[in-house]
């Protein structure tokens, strides 16, 4: 990437919220309180969510806003709350795991970049946007049009994701809700 | 002047990294989750950097499904740890040992 290409509209967005997303990641992994970890986690996905608006996925980074970091967190945000880990219970494990961990995780990078940056690849230009039928891919117009066409295959895992999810609501409503008075010595 | 692919793969994998890192030194289950969606994110970045190299909507399409997995296994999981948390008082992954052989 030349100079001009960063110092370009889109350059300048990537960089920053790419900074973002791996400051705030790497706060999410480091940080002790729960809680402001959470919160680094909410930074994170709108940093992401930055990054889908900059691929020209508009439908998707607002998903991304509302579903993860609005529903998911809160619910994360809620269980830290209800079990008061606050402040307690939160040391990381032992120094020769953590530094066995890190170790690992880095020679993990190292692999997957050493497929990618070090076999010094030309940089791959991304073409003009997607269309679909006319509308741009990333808009909700296209994404409706992939979604729904019943002569692709999502439509089919479609309906069946929203049996998974009622699936979900039912195993969560058994698992986190009250016993019984009958069942509790059992439970 | 776009920003080229190789960019956005080299993010991702940097944060999939550091998901990784998350899972493996974190004793807590909630923050071991945090982790798992830093990794679930850092491959819905790729799908659809991908997806938009290829010209296909189906990068998208994947992601939206990632999404909603995401969301049931989260539902179930922190459902899980409450049920854990009435029975035990103690969320820590190195005490819940109670299926070691």
Redesign the interface.
């Known amino acids: 990437?030349t100079l001009?290409?960063i110092l370009?509209g889109?350059?300048l967005m990537?960089l920053f919220f790419?900074a973002a997303?791996?400051a705030s990641?790497?706060l999410?992994?480091i940080l002790q309180n729960?809680l402001r970890?959470?919160l680094s986690?909410v930074i994170?996905?709108f940093s992401?969510a930055g990054?889908?608006l900059?691929?020209?996925?508009y439908?998707?980074a607002t998903?991304?806003v509302i579903?993860?970091a609005g529903?998911?967190m809160v619910?994360?945000l809620f269980?830290?709350m209800?079990?008061n880990?606050g402040q307690a219970?939160?040391?990381?494990?032992y120094r020769g795991?953590?530094t066995?961990?890190?170790f690992?995780?880095?020679v993990?990078?190292g692999g997957?970049?050493s497929a990618?940056?070090i076999k010094g690849?030309p940089?791959?230009?991304?073409?003009a946007e997607?269309m679909?039928n006319g509308s741009t891919?990333?808009s909700v117009e296209?994404?409706g049009k992939?979604?729904y066409n019943p002569s692709l295959p999502?439509l089919f895992?479609?309906e069946w994701?929203s049996f998974?999810?009622l699936?979900?609501?039912i195993?969560?409503?058994?698992?986190?809700g009250k016993r019984q008075q009958s069942s509790e010595g059992k439970? | 002047m776009s920003v080229p692919l190789n960019y956005y793969i080299v993010l991702s994998m940097v944060l999939f990294a550091l998901g990784i890192a998350g899972v493996t030194t974190r004793r807590n289950p909630i923050l071991i989750f945090m982790s798992i969606e830093l990794m679930l994110n850092a491959v819905n970045l790729s799908l659809i950097a991908f997806g938009r190299y290829l010209g296909d909507a189906g990068g998208q399409m994947l992601t939206i499904f990632v999404m909603a997995v995401a969301a049931a296994e989260v539902s179930v999981g922190l459902g899980i740890l409450i049920a854990i948390f009435r029975t035990k008082d103690n969320v820590d992954v190195d005490v819940l040992n109670g299926l070691k052989g």
Not at chain 1, 54 to 57: D, E, G, H
Not at chain 1, 171 to 176: K, M, Q, R, S, T
């Open positions: 990437m001009q290409a370009s889109q350059g990537f790419a997303a791996i990641g790497l999410v992994v729960p970890a959470a986690l994170n996905l992401v990054l889908y900059s691929l020209n996925a439908f998707l998903v991304q579903v993860y529903a998911i619910l994360f269980v830290i209800l079990l880990m219970n939160m040391h990381t494990s795991v953590r066995v961990a890190a690992a995780s880095a993990g990078l997957l970049m990618v940056a690849q940089a791959v230009m991304l073409p997607t679909v891919a990333g296209g994404v992939v979604l999502w895992a479609f994701t998974l999810l699936v979900a609501v195993g969560a409503v058994v698992l986190a439970a």
